[in-house]
């Protein structure tokens, strides 16, 4: 049973088997394991490819954190950029929805005006969260004041420290 490594420490195992592949079994006959022969130049080539698919690995894991830092670095000041521009084309043709369109943007909702009945049902509960909430409005916050009768005031005296 093999035991289980990082793909690190396998390239690093297959750079050590690889010089001492070269130093033992360089002029020797070829050797046979895992059920096949081989020969020492396909043992080498075996294990340079695990190496180098490693390097290849790491060189595109540190490709991609440098377009990552490229992008947070960059993206800010093009978000800013492009939702201006969004702005500015909503504002020149928000009468023309097909131009909006070419744009992929689409035209801002017109809110549907309420009928007289749901006019109605708002203003009552709207009411009714205020009563349930003993919200106030301003005059209304103002026009309470606190009653406050037999206020005793005791004055409080320090401790006298003892003579030294």
Same mark, same amino acid.
């Not at 050590?16 to 130049?41: E, M, N, R």
């Not at 205020?130 to 401790?159: D, I, N, W």
């Given at each position: 049973?093999?035991?289980?490594?990082?793909?690190?420490?396998?390239?690093?195992?297959?750079?050590?088997?690889?010089?001492?592949?070269?130093?033992?079994?360089?002029?020797?006959?070829?050797?046979?394991?895992?059920?096949?022969?081989?020969?020492?130049?396909?043992?080498?080539?075996?294990?340079?490819?695990?190496?180098?698919?490693?390097?290849?690995?790491?060189?595109?894991?540190?490709?991609?954190?440098?377009?990552?830092?490229?992008?947070?670095?960059?993206?800010?000041?093009? !978000?800013?950029?492009?939702?201006?521009? +969004?702005?500015? *084309?909503? &504002? @020149?043709?928000?009468?023309? =929805?097909?131009?909006? $369109?070419?744009?992929?943007?689409?035209?801002?909702?017109?809110?549907?005006?309420?009928?007289?009945?749901?006019?109605?049902?708002?203003?009552?509960?709207?009411?009714?969260?205020?009563?349930?909430?003993?919200?106030?409005?301003?005059?209304? !916050?103002?026009?309470?004041?606190?009653? +406050?009768?037999? *206020?005793? &005031? @005791?004055?409080?005296?320090? =401790?006298?420290?003892? $003579?030294?």
């Amino acid at each position: 049973m093999v035991k289980r490594r990082g793909k690190g420490v396998t390239a690093t195992l297959a750079e050590q088997l690889i010089t001492g592949a070269s130093k033992h079994f360089a002029s020797g006959p070829p050797v046979a394991f895992a059920s096949d022969s081989f020969t020492p130049a396909q043992i080498t080539s075996q294990l340079q490819s695990i190496i180098a698919l490693r390097a290849d690995v790491e060189a595109a894991k540190n490709a991609l954190k440098a377009k990552l830092a490229t992008e947070a670095a960059n993206m800010p000041a093009l !978000r800013d950029f492009l939702d201006a521009l +969004v702005a500015f *084309v909503k &504002v @020149t043709y928000s009468k023309s =929805p097909d131009v909006l $369109a070419d744009f992929g943007l689409t035209p801002k909702k017109v809110a549907t005006p309420l009928t007289v009945e749901q006019k109605a049902a708002a203003a009552a509960k709207r009411k009714a969260t205020r009563e349930a909430r003993h919200t106030l409005g301003t005059r209304q !916050r103002k026009a309470v004041k606190g009653a +406050v009768t037999g *206020v005793v &005031v @005791t004055p409080v005296t320090a =401790p006298e420290a003892p $003579a030294k």
